[in-house]
């Protein structure tokens, strides 16, 4: 019996000293980590709302409705945009649409009528240099912004997308037709912002 | 929190280990199969990796391979040439010595034998043993494309004028590559025999005579003269081929002599290749000085 | 969510569209390694589908009843699985070569092989924690066991679907008349490729 | 100190883990795609393989025989782990591309093996001469896979967002090249070549003795 005892305590001390590492990093990187999802979030709101001054959460109600409004799209923030003194300026829509490689994670910006003031990619694991170009091609994101206000899927036909990542655009089309949905079920009536 | 953390952290991962080395030590003791200690000497040396590098499913595999003999001592890749070393080192202590065995072509055909169609595709006998079974009308002569030439490491094999291998016994080392590649080494075209069988049937047709005769001049007629003939009884005619047991073969050349369709002749001998003196092919053996030339 | 329709795509989406071997390029080692003759790649494919099954149950349950709820699983998640699997595969390997030496003959002695095979991590890790790959049929939040075995029996067929018939392929291609610099591996590449075209093309008939 | 270099460049060349012993393919063929990400994940490699021969040479004597597999495999893990957590917190933009392969470094056939075949029988000293000599063995050809795919691919090579080299513009980048089946074709064609070299030194150097 004493060998196989033997044994276990070799492997069960690894164990220890293994795990006790790995949970000090944990901890040293835990808050950087938070920080980095954070600052990223953080940023990619301010691009696509600029003269909001502050963003604030919608609350899980909000959130919930929004969720069901884009049904296969999932959304996983939804953000009000105020300025200086309080007022609505417009929200920061968090949504994921289904690219090639993988989920692409958008931050959609919408002033308070429902117009797209911005498009930025959070997260995405599309083919380098070929998905990627919903990225490096600034013309992509910014045809956007010339969708009408409570645009719908009849106005999303005329955009065009990427020669070579049809798959690509679609992912980040169908992120900012669900935003639209959004907002024509669930942002439009809380305008008053209350 | 932290602390807390940490102690669930070490905790969970402790209480896997312990729960997977508990049940591993007490199933290694109560599923014990006893191995050859060779066999665990060598896959001790081997990395134990199993990454699959070398083409076997796993070390052990390998450690098996080496102690039967079946595969080279530097078949581990990734252990690469350390391991190799000491494996050779461990298994020459105990190399046991592996009787040697040199390749035999069972084929007297070449250019005599009847062509089916004119072939004039890629120069391999696999590319043109795929095309309607092969160039040639006998099912199982020797397409005389060269593989079992292009494959043999030791440059063993050469195509001599009748456009058949001839395999140089002081060269071939039985190592079976030939026998591997060529197309019709598995059906008994090229096979391994002992190192001193003095002589070989250059017939491997299993079809009836009729078809064989019309296919090639040189092929086995099944006369049985041969088994009549032979005084060592180690000649028989199976299934309508002639067959040489090579324990009961005493080189004695009779069948050799005998043959009316001169299908067996001296081993391992081209034509073109002069006899050398020295010979050891049963030097008392009558028939053997008469015909060294006259069967080519 | 799990209406039949639903599996049948996750099974063949994990399958054939996302083939773990020739589109996720995870599991490469033993696919160039196994391959060199037939018999060796259906022993393996066997033995993969087996411990894959095996080793995807018991994450996902060490996964949902262990490593989440003690939230610690986020750092913990590579050495734990990693051990499971290891030990997994050395508990059956003892267990078949004692119980039935026949079956170890054919597939047993693929089984150590499994644990350094990368797909083996990578299916048990997703079918425990989805998303963490990046699939791209996404599977949700998190897989209840059946569909998490579903997958993995998807998973696991196209690894052996991909890996015999590359067999097939690489047993053409010693005859094939091939530039000597070229014989072997790089060949066997090229052929890899060619055939991961074909997959790629899969993925196009069901307009992903 | 003769037989530290030796290992070393054993390591590079007569046992370089990929173009020879094609193990630890998996990473290599998808990460390279980006001369940064194949940067990085060859410094990852390169760490873990390292440290973990390194650990698993100094403790050979206690860790007994029987159970020495998970053993290395609880250490391998861990290193790897720090690498996955510290890029996460610290170089979120290759992280996100690198993904899933720095965890599945552990089961990268080369390190188990290397660690099994190597680290476990020698002193410490020669462990860390065989981790580094294959780790920068599997960077220089990850990199240089990395190099041709990109250039090809994209026409461009980008580090931290900046053009190192260009193809003239008006080079219409082939997406295969950049695709799964591209790796292969070029990793064939990489190993062919090497193939091809060594074979020739190996003439000339015997030609040289002989």
Redesign the interface.
């Known amino acids: 019996m004493g060998k196989s005892f033997?044994?276990i305590i070799?492997?069960v001390v690894?164990?220890v000293v293994?795990a006790g590492?790995?949970a000090v990093?944990?901890l040293a990187?835990k808050d950087?980590?938070a920080e980095?999802v954070r600052l990223?979030e953080e940023n990619s709101l301010k691009t696509v709302l600029p003269d909001a001054a502050e963003f604030v959460d919608a609350g899980s109600g909000v959130l919930e409705a929004a969720q069901t409004a884009a049904d296969d799209v999932d959304c996983s923030a939804v953000y009000r945009a105020v300025s200086a003194d309080g007022s609505l300026v417009g929200w920061g829509l968090r949504v994921a649409g289904r690219g090639y490689g993988g989920p692409i994670e958008l931050v959609l910006g919408l002033d308070s009528t429902g117009k797209v003031t911005g498009v930025t990619i959070l997260?995405m694991?599309e083919?380098?240099?070929?998905g990627t170009k919903v990225q490096s091609e600034e013309w992509f994101l910014e045809q956007f912004k010339q969708l009408p206000e409570g645009f719908d899927s009849a106005d999303m036909k005329e955009l065009d997308t990427i020669s070579?990542s049809t798959k690509s655009s679609r992912g980040v089309r169908n992120g900012v037709e669900a935003g639209g949905r959004i907002y024509t079920d669930v942002l439009s009536d809380l305008a008053g912002g209350e | 929190m932290d602390l807390m953390l940490i102690l669930k952290a070490v905790l969970t991962?402790s209480a896997l280990?312990l729960i997977?080395?508990a049940v591993?030590?007490t199933a290694?003791r109560r599923f014990y199969v006893e191995v050859d200690p060779r066999v665990e000497a060598v896959a001790?040396i081997?990395?134990?990796?199993n990454?699959?590098?070398c083409g076997n499913p796993s070390c052990f595999a390998v450690a098996e391979g080496i102690v039967e003999g079946t595969l080279p001592v530097n078949a581990c890749?990734?252990?690469?040439?350390?391991?190799a070393d000491s494996i050779a080192v461990l298994m020459g202590a105990e190399a046991c010595a592996v009787a040697s065995a040199v390749s035999v072509r069972a084929c007297g055909g070449g250019n005599k034998a009847e062509r089916a169609y004119e072939y004039g595709g890629v120069q391999s006998c696999a590319a043109v043993a795929r095309l309607a079974g092969g160039s040639l009308v006998c099912t199982a002569g020797c397409l005389g494309y060269g593989d079992c030439v292009e494959a043999c490491p030791f440059d063993a094999i050469a195509m001599d004028e009748r456009g058949l291998p001839v395999i140089d016994l002081d060269a071939c080392t039985g190592c079976g590559i030939c026998v591997h590649n060529c197309p019709r080494g598995g059906v008994g075209l090229l096979s391994l025999v002992p190192e001193n069988a003095p002589v070989a049937v250059r017939c491997n047709a299993h079809d009836k005579i009729k078809d064989r005769k019309a296919a090639c001049s040189a092929c086995c007629i099944a006369c049985k003269k041969c088994e009549r003939a032979c005084p060592a009884d180690a000649i028989h005619v199976i299934d309508a081929l002639a067959v040489i047991d090579y324990e009961k073969c005493t080189a004695c050349g009779t069948c050799v002599s005998v043959c009316p369709q001169n299908c067996i002749d001296i081993h391992g001998r081209a034509a073109s290749i002069p006899p050398r003196a020295g010979d050891g092919y049963g030097k008392n053996a009558p028939g053997f000085a008469v015909q060294d030339q006259a069967t080519e | 969510m799990s209406t039949v329709g639903q599996l049948a795509l996750l099974f063949i989406g994990a399958a054939l569209i996302n083939n773990i071997l020739?589109?996720?390029?995870?599991?490469?080692?033993p696919f160039?390694?196994v391959s060199g003759n037939f018999e060796t790649s259906l022993g393996m494919s066997l033995a993969v589908v087996f411990v894959m099954t095996l080793a995807s149950t018991s994450t996902w349950v060490v996964w949902t009843f262990l490593l989440e709820p003690l939230g610690v699983g986020e750092?913990?998640y590579?050495?734990a699985f990693?051990?499971i699997i290891?030990?997994l595969v050395?508990f059956v390997e003892m267990y078949m070569r004692k119980v039935s030496p026949v079956l170890y003959r054919a597939m047993g002695i693929y089984l150590p092989l499994i644990?350094?095979?990368?797909a083996?991590?990578?299916t048990a890790?997703e079918a425990a924690k989805p998303g963490?790959?990046?699939m791209n049929i996404d599977l949700g939040a998190s897989l209840g066991l059946g569909e998490a075995l579903i997958y993995t029996l998807g998973v696991s067929a196209g690894f052996g679907f991909a890996l015999i018939s590359f067999a097939a392929l690489r047993e053409r291609l010693d005859i094939a008349p091939v530039p000597k610099?070229?014989k072997g591996?790089?060949?066997?590449?090229?052929t890899?490729?060619?055939l991961?075209?074909a997959y790629?093309g899969i993925a196009g008939w069901f307009g992903l | 100190m003769g037989d530290w270099i030796k290992t070393f460049k054993?390591g590079l060349s007569?046992?370089n883990p990929l173009t020879v012993?094609?193990?630890?393919?998996?990473a290599t063929?998808?990460v390279s795609?980006?001369v940064q990400?194949a940067l990085f994940m060859g410094l990852a490699v390169i760490f873990v393989l390292t440290m973990s021969n390194a650990i698993i040479s100094a403790f050979r004597k206690?860790?007994?025989?029987?159970?020495?597999?998970?053993?290395f495999?609880?250490?391998i893990?861990?290193f790897?782990?720090?690498v996955?957590?510290?890029m996460?917190?610290?170089m979120?933009g290759i992280y996100?591309?690198l993904?899933?392969w720095i965890?599945?470094i552990?089961?990268?056939?080369?390190i188990?093996?290397?660690a099994?075949?190597?680290a476990y029988h020698n002193k410490v000293g020669l462990a860390i001469a065989d981790g580094l000599g294959m780790g920068v063995g599997y960077w220089i050809v990850i990199v240089a896979l990395a190099f041709i795919r990109?250039l090809l691919?994209?026409g461009k090579i980008v580090m931290f967002d900046a053009t190192l080299i260009g193809l003239p513009s008006g080079y219409a980048?082939p997406?295969l090249v950049?695709?799964?089946?591209?790796?292969?074709?070029i990793?064939?064609?990489m190993?062919?070549i090497t193939?091809?070299l060594g074979?020739r030194a190996e003439k000339r150097r015997k030609a040289v003795t002989s």
């Open positions: 033997r044994l070799a492997v690894t164990c293994a590492g790995l990093t944990y990187t950087r980590i980095q990223a997260t694991s083919t380098p240099g070929l070579g | 991962l280990g997977t080395s591993l030590s290694a001790a081997l990395p134990g990796s990454c699959g590098a890749v990734a252990g690469g040439q350390s391991c | 020739l589109t996720r390029f995870i599991g490469l080692c160039f390694g750092f913990l590579i050495p990693i051990l290891a030990s050395q644990t350094t095979n990368c083996v991590l990578a890790t963490f790959f990046k610099v070229m591996n790089p060949m066997a590449f090229i890899a490729g060619l991961s075209l790629v | 054993q007569i046992e012993l094609m193990i630890g393919l998996c063929l998808a795609t980006q990400g206690l860790i007994p025989n029987e159970v020495r597999i998970p053993i495999i609880v250490i893990a861990s790897v782990t720090i996955d957590l510290t996460k917190a610290f979120p996100q591309f993904g899933i965890p599945l552990v089961v990268n056939c080369a188990l093996g290397r099994e075949a190597f990109e691919g994209t980048p997406g950049l695709l799964f089946p591209g790796a292969f074709f990793f064939g064609f190993i062919a193939r091809a074979e």
